[in-house]
């Protein structure tokens, strides 16, 4: 499947994302800036893209987060078909956070997963089928 996707600036060395290994589902995306506040680091890719529709894109953070002071801020950011603008993470930094353990320009920084998305029609009813879990909510399975 072939998608577009824009360098904003071609004055910033930028990296198209890219799969590191054969069977991985995340490209992943390099940063080119970054932005602080007392809150929270965001990271530009100085990447646009344009997902078609029917599709959406994900921003997951790598699993390296866990070697630094940070947590994507949504756990989960969603692109969609129609947003053209820079691709951006900002993640939440932990109190006290060591500025040595912070990701910094040029380094992966997240991955992309592009996922079809079917349209939904909700239908209102006023009852739902019958489980086995039921309404059995928060570590049900684990009782």
């Known amino acids: 499947m072939k998608i577009n996707i824009r360098i904003i600036d071609n004055k910033i060395k930028t990296e198209v994302p890219s799969y590191q290994k054969v069977g991985d589902i995340g490209l992943d995306l390099i940063s080119t800036s970054i932005a602080y506040t007392d809150d929270f680091i965001e ?3 100085n990447l646009s893209i344009e997902i078609p529709e029917g599709f959406g894109g994900f921003l997951f953070p790598r699993s390296s987060i866990s ?8 756990s989960i950011g969603v692109i969609d078909s129609n947003y053209r603008g820079e691709i951006r993470l900002r993640f939440k930094t932990l109190h ?3 500025f040595k353990k912070v990701y910094k320009i040029g380094d992966r920084v997240g ?18 089928s019958n489980t086995v879990r039921g309404t059995m909510g928060f570590g049900s399975s684990g009782v």
């Open 43 to 45: 990271y530009g890719t």
């Open 67 to 74: 070697n630094y002071d940070l947590h994507l801020c949504n």
């Open 96 to 98: 006290n956070y060591d």
């Open 111 to 128: 991955q992309l997963v592009i996922m079809p998305i079917p349209k939904i029609n909700l239908e209102l009813v006023k009852e739902l």
